[in-house]
């Protein structure tokens, strides 16, 4: 699978801005910092790409990019979507603005009618906590497949990897739980990815 062109979109705050055409898509979400926008980058392999409309300290948009996946041995180009979501669980927000997010993340998680799947990113050094543990949970519940990704997979040592992930499944409560392992600088889970993607996505 190739990504052969990764475009910015547009990026809301309401349903109305969404894009008017209708794609595949596949959504990343987690916590603050853990890394999506490093991950995305690494993804399409366009370094600013995640930050064309998401400056650190302004307004949380969800940030839609059109991507075109080319599948080996095929001419034919696939538009899908990327949807960036904002980050959660910032420690100084308070209960009204959660509420806030958790509505306008509802929203788009409720009316995107060709959402595929989504990529839930925790990262590896830690323990998912009580937030991680709510939004996977309230994706289970709407029948939303997700696709749990450890980022920052080159932080710790193979052994150690291990043991997290088994840590994670844990903490999520599903002991067989697929997780990817993935590293941003090493484009480490790039390929593994794009084929979770081509099969959600294209086929
Ligand atoms: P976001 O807030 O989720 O978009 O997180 P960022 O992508 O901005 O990453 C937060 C910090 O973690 C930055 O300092 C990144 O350089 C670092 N980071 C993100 N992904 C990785 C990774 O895979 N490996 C390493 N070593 N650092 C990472």
Redo the contacts with the bound molecule.
Sequence with gaps: VVITKATYLASAVRRDQYPEECRPAVAFI?????????????LTRIRQL?RVS?K?GKTQTINFYELLLKIDGGEARHPVHLVDLP?YGYAKTSRESRKVWAKFIEEYFLHAEELRFVCL?LDIRHTPMESDRRMFDWLVEHDIPVLVIA?????IGRNARRTQIAAMQKALGVSELTILP?????NEGRSELLDVMKEYLVE
């Design positions: 987690g916590r603050s910092n853990v890394g999506k926008s490093s991950l995305i980058n690494s995640a998401s650190p980050g990113l980022t920052k997979a080159d932080k993935y590293a941003s600088p090493k």
